[in-house]
RNA sequence: GGCGGCAUACCCAAGUGGUAAGGGAGCGGUCUGCAAAACCGUAAUUCAGCGGUUCGAAUCCGCUUGCCGCCUCCA
């Protein structure tokens, strides 16, 4: 069985079958560059990113398009406020959205068009749509007619009849019912404008993943996700305008991510328990992060925590240990080759354990991107691993039996890479934990080294009791100590 | 009012009809000068409650309880 794909269009886990054989035509809803991303926004990122490098894995040519909406009230607002332009509020926005996902490994999508350079394909949509009679234009601006829409309504699985019995429907002269929505808006003063067969001014936003999506993607295309607050409006109110303008299908496969909760709690700027990505990075290595985010299924609510996190750092750190151990032991024999017949004969059950895993892996990713089902299995691929290495005591691996380690970490490397993790060394990924908090114990690397030194030239004097108490007294500034073959490290504990 | 979701060990979490993955914490052991890390062992006769379908259910159906989200800009 090939990939599941949970699709909220049909509620249900659908074989995933694209249109073009071989090619999936991928489309992520992005960010308003109006303020820094949040950790919610480095959910979806870190999700459809896996989905993206998955897909790829599995061998599909895949064309991936994440917009920015560059033009919105709310960007329009802070350009006021600050009295520049919203140009300049965009580009610095856009910056700050590519150090973010830069930072925590998101790969950049193929294609990351501006809404403000597709307008000219908006307008023609929303001609065409005028012109079959499914917007009107009213005063100013342009409005789609949902009732004109038979099929609104079902992606949300609403009935236009309850959502009009809701009490928050907004009230609005110029529309013909409530829940029309803007196509066009006529500019005010100030405003960002451009020339429209309605007059000057600006697109509704909806209208504009609808025009990126077919101009980049075709009008029927395979996959559109984003968070799940999207379901309602926006992404119902994309699928309205598409199809009413092409007469095609819009999108064949619906995918939606779930919320980030913090403590417990909605996260939200009122509640002002609001992280950003770069706040949480101060703290928190990247790749902690994106271990948390894919070690609960993407549908599911996610609970951010201090307790959430360090779980997610203990677990990451026990993944790079091992990588760490088979680096440091291994180290000859890097570039023998063995047969398979001889490496089975190290260790049978880690070469089995090996061989089984890229089927395992790839079950759990084929069910709905099951990424903590394929992280449960990684971590059972680890211990393989690290009991073989323990058995060796503190021996050095030399020939077919560093080459059978050595093909356990790559095996670790190469699935793990699929969910964007484990992709330093782990030398290199230590270095960065401990750069990361150090600043929390109120000293600095150079003085925990000093005091690492002067602790070794006493236990090399057997002075055990000096030794232990500057051991105690790093520790209760959570610095840990581990003294090895290869030396003593050092590591802040949470 | 309408729509939808969730409830699995101390905590996090997978499991979607075949007899409970994994991680964290704890406890015991191995290793260690002692530690730490790692490894080994240990934890749910049971999956919110009740009823039903089935040879068989955490998994399907119904009801009950509790929690949450969306319906307004929102990842």
Avoid at 289 to 298: G, M, P, Q
Wanted: aromatic share 10%; charged share 30%.
């Amino acid at each position: 069985m090939g990939l599941q794909v949970y699709n909220t269009l049909s509620k249900s886990k659908e074989e995933f079958v694209p249109l073009v054989p071989g090619k999936v035509r991928f489309y992520v809803c992005g960010v308003t560059v109006y303020d820094h991303c949040h950790i919610g926004h480095a959910r979806s990122a870190i999700v459809f990113d896996v989905v993206y490098r998955y897909l790829r894995y599995s061998g599909y040519e895949v064309t991936y398009v994440r917009n920015f909406t560059d033009v919105d009230d709310k960007i329009i607002r802070r350009a006021n406020a600050e009295g520049t332009d919203c140009p300049t509020i965009a580009q610095r926005y856009i910056a700050a959205f590519h150090e973010d996902m830069d930072a925590l490994g998101v790969l950049r999508p193929d294609l990351e068009p501006l809404a403000t350079e597709n307008i000219d394909s908006m307008i023609r949509i929303i001609e065409k749509l005028v012109e079959k009679g499914f917007a009107y234009q009213s005063g100013t601006d342009v409005y789609f007619e949902v009732e004109k829409f038979p099929r609104y309504g079902k992606l949300s699985g609403r009935q236009l009849d309850d959502m009009i019995a809701g009490a928050r429907v907004e009230v609005d002269v110029n529309k013909r019912n409530p829940l029309d929505f803007v196509l066009w808006k006529g500019s005010k003063p100030g405003e960002p404008t451009w020339e429209s067969p309605w007059g000057p001014g600006r697109p509704g936003w909806h209208i504009e993943c609808s025009a990126m999506g077919s101009r980049f993607l075709g009008n029927t295309f395979d996959m559109h996700g984003g968070g799940k607050d999207l379901i309602f409006p926006h992404h119902e109110n994309e699928i309205a305008q598409s199809e009413a303008a092409s007469g095609e299908p819009f999108v064949r496969y619906w995918l939606h991510n779930g919320f980030v909760n913090i403590d417990n709690e909605k996260m939200s700027k009122s509640l002002g328990n609001f992280l950003t990505i770069g706040e949480v990075l101060q703290r928190l290595h990247p790749e902690a992060l994106r271990f948390f985010v894919l070690s609960k299924h993407y549908r599911s609510p996610i609970d951010f925590s201090d307790d959430s996190i360090t779980e997610a750092d203990k677990g990451l750190e026990r993944l790079y240990g091992t990588l760490e151990a088979v680096k440091e032991r291994s180290a000859a024999g890097r570039d023998e080759t063995f047969p398979d017949k001889v490496l089975r004969s190290q260790d049978g059950e880690l070469f089995d354990a090996i061989a089984a895993f890229p089927d395992a892996f790839r079950e759990a990713m084929d069910n709905d991107f099951n990424t903590a089902q394929a992280l449960g299995f990684l971590f059972g691929l680890q211990r393989h691993l690290q009991r073989y290495l323990d058995r060796f005591g503190q021996k050095k691996l030399k020939g077919p039996a560093a080459a059978l380690a050595l093909k356990g970490a790559s095996a670790i490397r190469e699935y793990s890479a699929v969910l964007g993790l484990l992709t330093r060394e782990p030398e290199v990924f230590f270095a960065e934990q401990r750069k990361l908090k150090i600043g929390t114990t109120g000293l600095t690397e150079a003085e925990v080294e000093r005091l690492i030194e002067v602790r070794n030239q006493a236990r090399q004097a057997r002075d055990f009791q000096e030794a232990d108490r500057i051991r105690k007294d790093l520790e209760a500034k959570r610095i840990q100590l581990e003294d090895s073959p290869a030396g003593t490290r050092w590591r802040v504990v949470s």
